[in-house]
């Protein structure tokens, strides 16, 4: 039974310096003019129609089983209102949360197909963790900035190298915070790191003898990792035009997040607020909300 974490704040557990870089973002004014183009020109809404024209939304009634899951993660970390969720065709595992005033998430076929329940609520809980954390508007920034370029010539000449390599430090530093949304919402470390093993292209053939003590002594690797050195690197990826999952540094941040104690106190802090708790579902343990009928198992409360 998972653990409802009310009154969740993304100051709780947010990456270390992300809310730092998150103000000098917003004080950008190459970024303003950035974003008063993408509302001029009506990108979010041509992105986001791409996915209600092409993918399968997630609903109770399609999907329940998905839908549950996504329901349930937003309740365990107070995400409101309820994003909505698309399925689309892609073989590798792959989600996403784009957009800037209505979010989205979207998870590919193969992320249902390779992925076990509990790496979903991973998952689903880092793209809801993204939301939460209103990542979304400077990475659906970041990602659209070669269509802007096309649709307005002009754009080219605002973007310097510089704001692309704030912008690819953004996404790092909120991949790491969503990764402990993730486990906030799955709360079980072996799943989140067979998840970004699996994330990091481990053979599906091989998922039954994975070993995540191999993978943990990679972490190894980052020991000389220091922000100056990542800076660097995040340099070359800009200048290359690459994205940059880092599946390792990922689960190396996360393991350093949960060894100095950050994930087992807000943890606790939900336990003892459990206690006090309101009625449950009979069927299925989740905290009832209101209604006449769980919206996690759908059976009828009694």
Known sequence: MKHIIPGLQCSDYEYEGEKELQKTLNANEIIKKLFSVVSEYGVERLVLLEHIGSDIEVKKTNLPELHAILHEVCNIIDVKPLPKMYLTQNPAI?????GINNPIIEVSTGTLDKLSVEELYFIIGHEA?????KHTRYRFLHMILPFLGSMVPAIGSLVSFSIEVLLYKYDRMAEFTADRAGLLCCQDLNAATESLMKLAGYPEQYYDKINKDDFIQQFDDFKEYNESTFNKALNVLA??????PWSVLRGKELYEWVDNNGYEAILRKAKKSSHKDKKRCIHCGNT???GKFCPYCGNKYE
């Open 239 to 244: 200048n290359m035009n690459r994205t940059h």
């Open 94 to 98: 792959h989600a996403g949360a784009l």
């Open 129 to 133: 963790g993204h939301i939460k954390s």
């Open 288 to 290: 009832i909300i209101s």
